[in-house]
């Protein structure tokens, strides 16, 4: 891929406070892109800083609070991204939550409209606010996050692991809709990210040892490994892809992490 292979592109990114999400608002604005920057949470800064270090990559930025779960405020910054830079390009949905440690038949009503509403309502509006607007403009692209355990059931992961898989067949089911109109939409599946999200696996020097030695690359994934697969699927490299599921798992599957600690 060409090192400003983003030029002239606006990317919209939700989750952009920390994490994959800011990660992937970074690495889009290293390749050329304007980025609308979006996060429920602005009162800790970390929202601010991301719109900052855009900037000083000399690309255009905002940042919009946004809880993605309510209609009227994904409504609220798609017309905000619109108004800043008359376009989007690029959607990517990074927001998500997890709540852990809970099965399905453990999960309450309160924990399952949480996890839902955000991760696959969420991902649900603001494909269809920001599609509309693709569509409007003949062109786009669409990336979504999933997880690999949106694949492979994991112990603990429960309506997490539910939402993420809604938000596979989501991205096919738009990919077919979307496809006559030049908008492509894919999905990443990571695996073990280190980020907040996941510090479980990777505060301390031997927990990290442990969680690394299920992966076969025998590291987690750092969240510029996600962006970078982003950026692939954002640019023209992949153009003739659509509808699909890409996987950052460095080789683990849940299912060989179990026999990894059993086996320890």
Not at 83 to 107: H, M, R, S, Y
Not at 227 to 246: C, H, K, N, R
Request: some cysteine; charged content about 25%.
């Amino acid at each position: 891929m060409k090192i400003d292979c983003l030029r002239n592109k606006v990317a919209l990114v939700t989750g952009a406070r920390r994490g994959i999400g800011r990660a992937v608002a970074v690495t889009f604005a290293g390749a050329g892109a304007d980025v609308v920057v979006c996060d429920a949470v602005v009162d800790d800064g970390k929202l601010k800083e991301t719109e900052d270090t855009v900037e000083k990559q000399g690309r255009g930025s905002l940042a919009v609070q946004a809880d993605i779960s309510l209609r009227n405020e994904v409504e609220k910054m798609t017309r905000q991204a619109i108004e800043a830079f008359g376009k989007i390009d690029i959607l990517v949905n990074c927001a998500g939550v997890w709540i852990p440690g809970q099965t399905l038949l453990e999960c309450s009503d309160e924990s399952w409209d949480v996890v839902m509403n955000t991760n696959l309502k969420g991902t649900f509006l603001c494909c269809r606010e920001v599609g509309r607007q693709m569509i409007a403009q003949r062109r786009g692209c669409i990336i979504n996050l999933s997880s690999q355990v949106g694949l492979d059931p994991a112990m603990g992961a429960g309506a997490y692991s539910t939402s993420k898989a809604g938000i596979l067949m989501l991205t096919r089911q738009l990919a077919q809709e979307m496809a006559e109109f030049g908008v492509r939409v894919n999905a990443l599946a990571p695996g073990i990210v280190k980020t907040d999200f996941n510090a479980d696996f990777w505060k301390e020097p031997e927990m990290e040892k442990e969680a690394s030695g299920m992966v076969p690359l025998n590291r987690l994934a750092e969240t510029e490994d996600v962006a970078q697969a982003a950026l692939f699927l954002a640019s023209d490299a992949s153009s003739y892809i659509t509808g699909e599921v890409l996987c950052i798992n460095g080789g683990w599957r849940p299912t060989s992490s179990v026999a990894s600690r059993e086996d320890a």
